[in-house]
Structures are given as structure tokens and as C-alpha cells.
């Protein structure tokens, strides 16, 4: 006996003394007994439920089981793929999109600026160059049925 609920025995020992010290004799006996009526029963509850779950598990369609396994498979495999798509955008492509980024907030607080403002930032600012993006396929968002979202 190493550890009990990581206690050691010296431990152990001196709990049990100071209960003793506290409760008496005859109190500890009582206790004592009813701990042991109350581990047999927990034993009892854990193989019952132990052998409720083993006879469902046995009740079920070894096929359905197996199909959902592999369709989770399927899936996961689908993810990682996904991912690595993800990881593998071009960093000129996220450098352009930065940039188109920019270029539409500086659009934005232009269109917003009043025409005192317009006049003060013309001379001063050059016009937008067009960036062009190459057109790449995203990939589709997967409904999975029994999301909430």
C-alpha cells in the first residue's frame, strides 16, 4: 500500500488516531460500518453500470457503429486537409489583401472627410493604384447536422 488518495500510511495512521481520539470507540465502529455498507454498494452501482453498458454496446448494429467511425474519419481527414489548404495561401496573397485592406479604409475616411478636409488631402496624397488579386476558390463551409449554429 503506497498511497491511499495520496495519503501515506503515517498519515493514515495519525488520522485514524486523532478520529479515534474524537469520536470514541464506539462512534469510529459505527462509522466504520457504515463506510463499508457504503462501499459495497458504490462497488455494486459501478458493475451494474458496467454491465448495462457492455450489453447496449453488444445490442448495437456493429455496422452503424463502424459507418460512424469511419464517416468521423472521413471528416477529420477533411479537416486536416482543409487546413493544410489554409496554410498553404501564398503570403503575396495575404500581403495583397493587406493592402486592399489599406487602400479601403483610406477610401472610407476620404468618402467620410468633409470638402475643406478633400481639398487639404488632394495635392497631397497620389492616386490609388488598381491591385489585381488572382481569383482562388475558398473552400465551402461543411453543415453538420445538429449544429446549432
Same mark, same amino acid.
Given at each position: 500500500m503506497d498511497s491511499f488518495f495520496?495519503?501515506?500510511?503515517?498519515e493514515l495512521v495519525f488520522?485514524?488516531?486523532l478520529s479515534g481520539i474524537v469520536m470514541g470507540p464506539h462512534r469510529i465502529r459505527q462509522v466504520a460500518h457504515t463506510l463499508g455498507r457504503t462501499t459495497a454498494q458504490l462497488q455494486r452501482v459501478s458493475r451494474q453500470f458496467a454491465r448495462q453498458l457492455n450489453a447496449e454496446l453488444d445490442a448495437l448494429d456493429d455496422n452503424s457503429v463502424r459507418n460512424s467511425l469511419n464517416d468521423m474519419r472521413e471528416l477529420q481527414h477533411e479537416v486536416q486537409e482543409l487546413r493544410r489548404e489554409l496554410g498553404n495561401v501564398p503570403k503575396s496573397l495575404r500581403? +495583397? !489583401?493587406?493592402?486592399?485592406?489599406?487602400?479601403?479604409?483610406?477610401?472610407?475616411? +476620404? !468618402?467620410?472627410a468633409t470638402p475643406a478636409d478633400d481639398a487639404a488631402l488632394a495635392p497631397t496624397e497620389p492616386a490609388?493604384?488598381?491591385?489585381?488579386?488572382p481569383s482562388t476558390t475558398l473552400p465551402r463551409a461543411v453543415e453538420v447536422p445538429g449544429d446549432p449554429d
Open positions: 495520496g495519503i501515506g500510511l503515517p488520522i485514524l488516531l500581403n +495583397q !489583401s493587406q493592402g486592399l485592406l489599406d487602400e479601403t479604409n483610406r477610401s472610407l475616411e +476620404q !468618402s467620410s490609388p493604384v488598381p491591385v489585381t488579386v
